[in-house]
């Protein structure tokens, strides 16, 4: 008589499907990565040396970067209440899907969790990336003011 061989399942290796919400969200949060790369690009073109002699010029650098600074800050903003709003929407909806199917899958609930927190994950590294770029930015402000006020 032969056996037939027994297979487990390892859901550690099951993909998961995103949804069209999640793709628009890691469509912002690339946007957003993109956008930080730009200010920072463009402060490196403002103030290309910190070793920059005081000129009459440096009042517009230092209102330039802090327009930056404040720009990159309301993309933090962003990405954090759009990070809020799709996390209760996708919890919403798979609370619901599951309360209509009356069907409490415990591995189910677990798969669904992993993509869950993938996205949790790429949201705060592209919030510390902007952040961190905001944050040269403001350091280039002090740095500055520090020249214009002796």
């Known amino acids: 008589m032969l056996q037939e061989p027994t297979t487990s399942w390892d859901l550690r290796y099951v993909p998961v499907e995103t949804s069209s919400t999640e793709r628009l969200y890691m469509l912002l949060l690339f946007i957003v990565f993109i956008v930080g790369i730009v200010e920072l690009v463009r402060t490196w073109r403002i103030v290309p040396s910190p070793k920059i002699s005081l000129s009459t010029e440096s009042a517009t650098l230092v209102k330039r970067l802090q327009t930056a600074a404040t720009r990159l800050k309301?993309?933090?903003?962003?990405?954090?209440?759009?990070?809020?709003?799709?996390?209760?929407?996708?919890?919403?909806?798979?609370?619901?899907?599951?309360?209509?199917?009356?069907?409490?899958?415990?591995p189910a609930e677990l798969v669904y969790l992993r993509g869950f927190f993938a996205l949790l994950g790429m949201t705060f590294i592209v919030a510390i990336f902007v952040f961190l770029v905001q944050w040269r930015i403001i350091r280039r402000i002090a740095r500055f003011s520090d020249q214009i006020a002796p």
């Open 74 to 106: 309301q993309w933090i903003y962003l990405t954090f209440l759009t990070c809020g709003f799709l996390t209760s929407y996708e919890l919403s909806r798979e609370s619901k899907r599951l309360l209509s199917e009356r069907i409490h899958d415990g």
